[in-house]
């Protein structure tokens, strides 16, 4: 980065190049844990786990969103933020993201109110997600929607999602798997307006270099939340002390 | 937690009891990672990823305490705890915590830019020490001063490192163990406060395990910190994609 070629803006082309390959390197679709998952290896306790867990970061996501909305002053980015916020708590009861994911919760054999309460989530998982709102509370608004940029691979993980469960985990009820249909639609929607607005808004070297930062720290996010997994049920399978009174 | 019995205030005797069973079970004296660094069995790079992974607990310790001070309305108290940021920070430049541990960084062979860079910390230990800060912004004065009461087991800690350190690890300079013979004497002299502090707040049950689950959370934030390390440096041995670029 010392050198003066390294500091010129990147082209359109060479910036997204850049924001695909660090989905390419760390997005967690190659995390072990997730490679267990989509091989059919995971016990059914191991799969309620990263579910119970996971839902930690389903809750977040509209307290998340509307931290960015709240750093906004442009009347129309606003509006068209506001939608996955409406997309995750629904415009009503029994709608929206993170019901989906509690349907999905009870379809594989976990109690709504016990994946509700947070008990089953790890400290570690926590944290990092937790660190997602620090993050987009303490970060510019252009580095907040960067962050959001993972939807640019979530796509291809929901798409070999859901054959993987169906194929492997056929003791999941299909209608559980509603979420991840649902997201296929979402996604690609939502990552087309941040893109264009990362792509925008990214006038210098320097906020391109800040961009590329903000979606490394939100892989990383996604990747420690899965090694907490890992490294409590997979190997050397050691949950904290003093967790779940 | 439900029967009558269970919400009756506790004595103080008992309450301290209740905090120090806290620390008994969870604190992170137990972990693995520092049973293996007690009984000398980390190598040099493993001991260096602890010194430079912990360096950013240290340099955080301030930014918390400039926060819990923030909380406080009373003089009395903010002349209490006002030392605990010029025992970290120092009053002058090569005095204080934060360059004491500098100089155990370098004892250990690294070098002070590498390690005052955060260049070596993992995304899950960021994560956990980072939540440190989040606790303490997002909750009461009690609980943020509650969660400070690791310090009760810390001087037994730092006992037994000293002559870990010397015996298994004499590549180590001496000099760089200024840091715990500073804490021995600091801790004590803190927790006290701390302690009486708790004590004296906690006016109903419901405050008491409210600090009670301060105490834990403190707890789980160094045990991730520990996890983190082990998963990294021992087993399964996996640092995150995207780190140290």
Redesign the interface.
């Known amino acids: 980065m010392a050198n003066i070629e390294s500091r010129e803006l990147l082209s359109a082309e060479e910036f997204t190049k850049r924001l695909r390959e660090?989905g390419e390197?760390?997005y967690h679709d190659?995390h072990?844990f997730h490679l267990l998952m989509h091989e059919g290896k995971l016990t059914k306790p191991q799969l309620q786990a990263w579910v119970a867990n996971r839902f930690y970061y389903q809750a977040l996501i509209p307290k998340k969103d509307a931290t960015i909305l709240s750093k906004s002053d442009d009347t129309a980015f606003r509006r068209a933020w506001i939608h996955r916020i409406v997309d995750h708590d629904g415009a009503r009861a029994g709608q929206g993201g993170i019901h989906k994911w509690l349907v999905l919760a009870e379809a594989t054999g976990l109690q709504r109110e016990e994946v509700e309460s947070f008990r089953l989530v790890l400290?570690?998982v926590?944290?990092?997600v937790?660190?997602y709102l620090?993050f987009v509370q303490t970060h510019s608004l252009l580095e907040s929607v960067a962050s959001s940029l993972t939807e640019l691979f979530a796509p291809t993980l929901h798409a070999t999602r859901l054959p993987a469960f169906e194929q492997h985990y056929p003791w999941v009820d299909t209608k559980g798997l509603e979420y991840f249909r649902a997201r296929l639609i979402e996604a690609p929607r939502d990552v087309e307006f941040g893109l264009q607005y990362v792509l925008e808004h990214c006038t210098t070297r320097e906020l391109q270099e800040k961009a590329i930062v903000a979606l490394?720290?939100k892989?990383?996010?996604l990747?420690?939340l899965l090694?907490?997994l890992?490294?409590a049920y997979i190997?050397?399978g050691?949950p904290?002390?003093?967790?779940q009174?």
């Open positions: 660090v390197e760390g190659k072990p400290p570690a926590r944290f990092a937790d660190g620090f490394t720290t892989c990383h996010i990747w420690s090694d907490a890992y490294f190997s050397p050691w904290p002390p003093l967790w009174r």
